[in-house]
């Protein structure tokens, strides 16, 4: 099982102390579940680690993981910064109170009102990512009224961290990001330290997602230094900052424990050849920025659902569906992506078999589990898929109208809703019927 999970008297899965069987009543399926502890503790090992390791850093948790007002606020309680790519993730920030200044702004095609709303507000760091965007921003920064606009570049450094395709972000070959080979990023910074209502305080990179090795971010930064290097010896600047990203994979299947890095062995392996490739090349040791998602929150979220029909093709396959699916979780169809599954309410009870769990919607391809191993599953099960946590309920959709979940943090062993479920009633909220469709009676 990942995270805090126990069985009680009941023989009922309980996620930090809390009765799954008695929150689906409670709340009903499908249902977001997140254990808030083990949400701070994800982000104390990284501050910790790194306090010790690189004490002159800043940790932004990447936003697109799973964002919603009240994560916003566990992060401000926690004193973290927050990486957000939108005008809507910036937007959700601020309305729940985020200071605006430990806000980082990613995006490689910002529109003019998400522009206009960061330049407004404030930002702590803003992004740039691509020459278009600095053409824009060297006359757009004149409205930032908060002082010069501090700023990263995003470089794609050449790297491929091995992951699948779609999570892929620093080869050369990306819509993201200035490329280093030829010679683009060189000249676009050069451009922009002539601008005087910009602040360049440093260089971004994010190489990909669910990495399960420390070698492509070592050679990362070996990348990235030695650019930095080349940019001092040839236009007499220093880069005082340098962000790395996020991208360290986690386990989702029992098997897969131990088979990923550490946050200790990430930040160890990060915080030494930072220091040790600075050492090289006599560069000064810059503030390191890193922006985890996954790696925070995945672990910490689980889906509740409940097993409604049960189809069995003899010596073929046994069907075994729930109340939700790609709607709630789009990775498996996306990326091919594995779950596993508890079954809460009859916990270590009846004889093991394999099904495959699969959502309601009009597709085949909408398999949450495919062939995976549990006790025999009955109608009205309640059903939690563990590891849910980071990149479902953010990229949940409406498809089918199936409304989305709501979200609840555990904390201290009781429930809070933080997201409220949608309805139907949410479904048709932004229709809009025109005068000639609507008949007039006589
Ligand atoms: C720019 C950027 N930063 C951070 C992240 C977070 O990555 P992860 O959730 O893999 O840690 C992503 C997502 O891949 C990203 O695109
Ligand atoms: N959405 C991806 C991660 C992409 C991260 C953003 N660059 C996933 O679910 O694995």
Not at 106 to 133: A, C, T, Y
Request: hydrophobic content about 35%.
């Amino acid at each position: 099982m990942l995270g805090n999970k126990a069985f009680n008297q009941k023989n009922h899965l309980e996620i930090a102390g809390c009765d799954i069987v008695q929150l689906a009543e409670e709340f009903g399926t499908p249902l977001y579940v997140y254990d808030e502890a083990l949400l701070r503790s994800n982000i104390k090992d990284y501050q910790k680690r790194l306090k010790e390791l690189h004490p002159d850093s800043t940790i932004a948790y990447a936003g697109k993981a799973f964002l919603c007002s009240a994560m916003c606020r566990l992060l401000d309680q926690e004193s973290m910064w927050l990486d957000v790519v939108s005008g809507g993730e910036y937007y959700v920030a601020r309305e729940s109170g985020f200071p605006t200044e430990r806000l980082l702004f990613h995006g490689n095609n910002k529109s003019p009102q998400e522009r206009e709303l960061v330049l407004k507000n404030g930002i702590g760091r803003w992004v740039i990512d691509s020459e278009w965007e600095l053409a824009l921003l060297s006359k757009e920064a004149k409205n930032y009224l908060h002082g010069k606009l501090p700023v990263f570049f995003r470089i794609t450094p050449g790297i491929d961290p091995h992951t699948h395709a779609y999570i892929t972000t620093g080869k050369v070959d990306s819509k993201f990001g200035l490329t280093l080979v030829d010679g683009i990023a060189q000249r676009v910074i050069r451009q922009a330290l002539s601008y005087e209502n910009l602040d360049v305080k440093g260089l971004h990179c994010h190489i990909g997602s669910q990495i399960d090795s420390l070698e492509p971010f070592i050679n990362t930064i070996k990348a990235m230094v030695r650019f930095m290097d080349s940019f001092k010896e040839q236009n007499n600047f220093v880069f005082s900052e340098l962000d790395l990203g996020g991208g360290l994979g986690v386990p989702y299947l029992e098997e897969q424990k131990g088979k990923f890095p550490s946050v200790q062995e990430y930040v160890e392996a990060i915080a030494k050849t930072l220091q040790e490739e600075c050492e090289k090349y006599q560069y000064p040791l810059p503030k390191l920025f890193i922006e985890p998602g996954r790696s925070i929150v995945n672990n910490a979220g689980n889906t509740v659902y409940t097993v409604g029909t049960i189809k069995e093709i003899p010596g073929i396959k046994k069907y075994i569906a729930v109340d939700g699916g790609m709607t709630d979780n789009p990775r498996p169809i996306l990326y091919d992506a594995r779950y596993q599954a508890i079954i809460a309410n009859r916990v270590n009870q009846g004889s093991p078999e394999m099904v495959s769990v699969v959502g309601k919607c009009c597709e085949s391809g909408d398999v949450v589990i495919q062939q995976t191993e549990t006790i025999s599953v009955q109608n009205g099960d309640i059903l939690v898929v563990e590891g849910t946590g980071a990149y479902n309920y953010s990229m949940a959709s409406n498809y089918n109208l199936i409304p989305r979940p709501g979200v609840v943090f555990i904390r201290d062993e009781k429930p809070y809703l933080v997201v409220r479920h949608e309805g139907w009633y949410d479904l048709v909220r932004r229709d809009i019927l025109p005068e000639y469709l609507i008949e007039k009676g006589e």
